[in-house]
Structures are given as structure tokens and as C-alpha cells.
């Protein structure tokens, strides 16, 4: 565009930032944005919201959430933050912290409401896909932070001469991170000299707050959301938290324990139908990922959606045959296929994938793949890899030669992953002679060996697929292969 003499547009600018977010290649995303960015700070080319957006995209997937919050504090000084689209792209960041972002999004979300903001949809999947993949750290001060109300300070919004000066030069890098005593503090900040958003701007973002809910408060239709048990429990989602019933956070594990912290599958539709927010299908499925992993849990969500007058899809129904595998129960994971059925859904080869999760048995495996081919699939290297996965945990060599031997049979190549998986496999166990003395566990493994070693010479690898390959198109394909 340069040399042809064309100038560049915002739309340009946002689709470059979003495109260095979206790179397989993290590091250097990053580092393009950050060079893309000092030139138009040198050009003295000023970025509209959306544009600002796609930048905070990148700090929050390819940097860290520090980077990102000097991004929105930036983009807040300039333009008046009042719809959920930036905090969303926050909560992209917080999911990327596997260990503290459930605690940082919970921070987030304080924050959001304590500047009038109201979430959307998005904020509410994106929220429960933190409480899904990420952890709340260490408990007690967690506790201690979501706890206290009233010290609550809003993020701030304005800053010095001198740390505007900092930020002149770029994303400042942080090397303090995580040390510290406050180290899961994120955006409770007693130190701030200057408190959050007041005056005019906090007046207009209750307005435009306001006449957002107004209008879909009239284009949609929410239902009664059923009684449960859990509804009367502290919510951490709530400014006002009733820390009578709370005696500890210990032993916050698992998704489920985390989503009680939220008030369980009652207390967050609650809070949807008070921001009139209406769930979908995705959301429904995402929650299922989170509720207990008991069948009870899950008749109750499928009961739950048919309030909403929301049809499960294929997708949804893979996660609940997900979530019973992984319970290593293949009857009770079974029991869900009549139930798709009843509903005219047919299962897809990423039902049988995870439905090889619990075929701990060789005769459970073998049988797996017999069905494959009558559904009309064609058994691929994500299933094999699970069923050799299986048969790692329970050591059953005889169970890993079948796998191999079907391989071999209906001509699937083995891909990276599996060759590392069986490269695994077939290794001695750490210091062993195996010359000391006879022992028949080793024997198995000497004859996996054997076989696996002829296997490799009969079959080819299937070549890792080039993380671009998916954006070409037929055309170009073919102009290479000719």
C-alpha cells in the first residue's frame, strides 16, 4: 500500500492489530503490533475505539493483563468507555492466566458495574469460561479481596504527567508481575491517587447503560427462572456480598466448586435476567462444562433450556458426552446417545472421540471403532489417539497392539501427536536392568516394542498441517500443486 500510495484507513489499522492477535506466532503478533503502534504514535494518527480495541486484543491474548489495563487506561482517558465491548476483550485477557484468572475476572466484573457498565452476553460466556479453565489462587486472600465491599476503589482512569509520559514510549513491561504480597490484586488498588470515572462521564454511561437495557428489555421475552436450592447463597457477583453463610474458599477446585462461588446455575440466570440478558445455546453449553458432573445436574440444564424455548444442538450434547467420559463410565456415558436421538441428532465423529475416553477395555475400544464405520465415519487420528491415551493409563500393551494393528488395517496414517504417544509408550521405566530378573509386566512392554517398531516401517506419518493452511483457498491449492 506504501509504494502504491495508498493511505491506509482505520479499518486498515483494526484489521492489522487484529490480525497480530489472531497469529499462531504470539511473540512476534505481539512485537508487529508494538512496531505498528509507534509509527502511527510517530505520524501522530489518532486510533478510534474499535481500533483501540483490536490493539487491547493483543496486549490482553499475546502480553499479560498489566499491559492491557495501560491500553484501556489509555483508551479510557480519551473516549467514554460505556458499552461492554472493551471490558469483554479484558476478560479475553483474564482467561489467559490459568492459574489467578477466575479471581482476576471476578475483579473485572466489580469494576465493570462499579463504572456503570452492564454486561452482555458475551461478558456472561466469556465469565463462565473463566470459571471453566481458570484457577482463583491462593484462597484466603482471594476471600479477603472479593469479600470487602466497601474497599473497593474503581480502576483508575486518569493518571500523572509522568506516567503519561512512560506511556508515550509504548507498553511498559512490568517485571514486578506476580511478587509480592498483593500478587492477586489486580484492580483493587487502595494506593490510586485519582479515583475512577465521575462527573459527566459516569452520567452518561448510567444513560447510555440505561437506554441499552430499555431496549432490550422490550425486544425480548425472559422467562421465570426456576428455584434452586443453591439461590439464596453469597454470590461473588454481586457488589453487595452477604458473608454470613461464607466461612472459607478452601478446597475451590474443580469448575463446579467455582461456579457455586457465582451463585451455581440459579444464582448466574438470575443475574442474567436482572441485566436482561438473554442466555444461548452457547451459554447453556459452556455452563454445562462447569455444573456438577452428575446426571441429576444434567437433567436439570436440559430442563432449564426448554424454559428458554432453546433447542440443544449436536454441540451441546458432545459436551455432556465429554464431561460423562471423563467419569471413565462408558454405560452411563452410552445412556446419552438414545437421548439425542429422541431429539433428531445424530452423532458426528467428535461424538465417538470423546465417547473413546472411557473405553478403558480392549473390547470396548475395538468396538468403538466398529461403530464409527456403521455411523458412516471414518475413524481418525483423534480418536485413535484417545483410545491409545486409554490404554497408556491402564498399561495394556495387548490394548495398544489392537489399536495399531486397526491403524494399519483401515490405512490411517499416525500423526505427530500419536508418534509421541507411543514413542511414550514404549519406553523402560526410569533405572531398570532389565537383566536383574524375569518380570512379565517388562515382557509386555518388550513386545509392544517389537511390534511397534515394524509398525513404524510399515506406516507412513501424516504431515502437520502448516497453522495457514486453513485460510487458503481451492485456488491457490491448486496453483501449487500444478
Known amino acids: 500500500m506504501k509504494k502504491r500510495g495508498l493511505v491506509p484507513t482505520d479499518a486498515t489499522y483494526t484489521a492489522l492489530f487484529n490480525a497480530c492477535a489472531e497469529s499462531p506466532w504470539k511473540d512476534s503478533g505481539l512485537q508487529h503490533a508494538l512496531k505498528l503502534r509507534k509509527e502511527l504514535m510517530d505520524k501522530n494518527i489518532q486510533l478510534n475505539p474499535i481500533t483501540y480495541r483490536s490493539l487491547l486484543k493483543v496486549c490482553a491474548l499475546n502480553s499479560g493483563l498489566q499491559d492491557s489495563f495501560e491500553i484501556f487506561k489509555e483508551m479510557a482517558q480519551k473516549f467514554c468507555v460505556t458499552g461492554p465491548e472493551t471490558f469483554n476483550?479484558?476478560?479475553?485477557?483474564?482467561?489467559?492466566?490459568?492459574?489467578?484468572?477466575?479471581?482476576?475476572?471476578?475483579?473485572?466484573?466489580?469494576?465493570?458495574?462499579?463504572?456503570?457498565?452492564?454486561?452482555?452476553?458475551?461478558?456472561?460466556?466469556?465469565?463462565?469460561?473463566?470459571?471453566?479453565?481458570?484457577?482463583?489462587?491462593?484462597?484466603?486472600?482471594a476471600l479477603h479481596l472479593l469479600t470487602k465491599s466497601k474497599d473497593l476503589v474503581p480502576l483508575s482512569l486518569s493518571a500523572g504527567k509522568e506516567e503519561q509520559g512512560r506511556k508515550s514510549h509504548g507498553i511498559k513491561k512490568r517485571k514486578e508481575g506476580r511478587e509480592g504480597p498483593g500478587k492477586q490484586q489486580l484492580l483493587l488498588d487502595r494506593s490510586s491517587s485519582v479515583s475512577g470515572v465521575t462527573g459527566s462521564d459516569g452520567a452518561a454511561m448510567e444513560l447510555a447503560g440505561s437506554q441499552k437495557l430499555a431496549e432490550m428489555s422490550r425486544d425480548r421475552h425472559f422467562p421465570s427462572v426456576p428455584s434452586f436450592d443453591s439461590s439464596n447463597l453469597p454470590n461473588l457477583l454481586d457488589l453487595s456480598i452477604n458473608t454470613n453463610?461464607?466461612?472459607?474458599?478452601?478446597?475451590?477446585?474443580?469448575?463446579?466448586?467455582?461456579?457455586?462461588?457465582?451463585?451455581?446455575?440459579?444464582?448466574?440466570?438470575?443475574?442474567?435476567?436482572?441485566?436482561?440478558?438473554?442466555?444461548?445455546?452457547?451459554?447453556f453449553t459452556l455452563l454445562a462444562e462447569v455444573v456438577k458432573p452428575d446426571v441429576e445436574s444434567e437433567a436439570t440444564l436440559l430442563d432449564v433450556i426448554g424454559t428458554y424455548g432453546i433447542q440443544p444442538d449436536l454441540t451441546f450434547f458432545n459436551t455432556l458426552v465429554l464431561k460423562r467420559s471423563k467419569t471413565m463410565n462408558l454405560k452411563s456415558t452410552l445412556e446419552l446417545l438414545p437421548t439425542m436421538a429422541q431429539r433428531g441428532i445424530a452423532p458426528n465423529i467428535?461424538?465417538?472421540?470423546?465417547?473413546?475416553?472411557?473405553?478403558?477395555?480392549?473390547?470396548?475400544?475395538?468396538?468403538?471403532?466398529?461403530?464409527?464405520?456403521?455411523?458412516?465415519?471414518?475413524?481418525?487420528?483423534?480418536?485413535?489417539?484417545?483410545l491409545i491415551n486409554?490404554?497408556?493409563?491402564?498399561?495394556?500393551?495387548?490394548?495398544?497392539?489392537?489399536?495399531?494393528?486397526?491403524?494399519?488395517?483401515?490405512?490411517?496414517?499416525?500423526?505427530?501427536?500419536?508418534?509421541?504417544?507411543?514413542?511414550?509408550?514404549?519406553?523402560?521405566?526410569?533405572?531398570?536392568?532389565?537383566?536383574?530378573?524375569?518380570n512379565v509386566f517388562l515382557e509386555k512392554i518388550?513386545?509392544?516394542?517389537?511390534?511397534?517398531?515394524?509398525?513404524?516401517?510399515?506406516?507412513?506419518?501424516?504431515?502437520?498441517?502448516?497453522?495457514?493452511?486453513?485460510?487458503?483457498?481451492?485456488?491457490?491449492?491448486?496453483?501449487?500443486?500444478?
Open 350 to 386: 467428535h461424538t465417538f472421540c470423546n465417547l473413546a475416553r472411557a473405553c478403558l477395555k480392549k473390547e470396548e475400544g475395538l468396538q468403538l471403532l466398529e461403530d464409527i464405520t456403521i455411523a458412516g465415519f471414518h475413524p481418525n487420528n483423534n480418536v485413535y489417539s484417545t
Open 89 to 141: 476483550v479484558l476478560f479475553m485477557g483474564c482467561i489467559k492466566d490459568k492459574e489467578l484468572g477466575f479471581l482476576y475476572a471476578l475483579q473485572l466484573w466489580r469494576q465493570m458495574l462499579h463504572m456503570g457498565v452492564k454486561p452482555d452476553i458475551n461478558t456472561y460466556n466469556l465469565l463462565i469460561r473463566a470459571t471453566r479453565d481458570c484457577g482463583i489462587g491462593d484462597a484466603a486472600e
Open 446 to 482: 518388550d513386545g509392544f516394542r517389537g511390534y511397534y517398531t515394524r509398525w513404524l516401517e510399515w506406516m507412513d506419518a501424516e504431515e502437520t498441517e502448516h497453522p495457514w493452511q486453513k485460510y487458503r483457498t481451492l485456488a491457490q491449492s491448486d496453483s501449487e500443486t500444478n
Open 245 to 283: 453463610n461464607m466461612v472459607s474458599l478452601a478446597n475451590v477446585n474443580t469448575p463446579s466448586d467455582r461456579l457455586a462461588l457465582i451463585g451455581d446455575l440459579g444464582g448466574i440466570l438470575h443475574k442474567m435476567k436482572e441485566d436482561k440478558v438473554c442466555p444461548t445455546i452457547k451459554t
Open 390 to 438: 486409554a490404554a497408556i493409563k491402564r498399561l495394556d500393551y495387548d490394548y495398544l497392539i489392537s489399536i495399531l494393528r486397526d491403524m494399519r488395517n483401515r490405512n490411517v496414517n499416525p500423526n505427530e501427536v500419536v508418534i509421541r504417544q507411543l514413542e511414550f509408550a514404549a519406553q523402560y521405566p526410569p533405572n531398570f536392568d532389565r537383566y536383574c530378573k524375569k
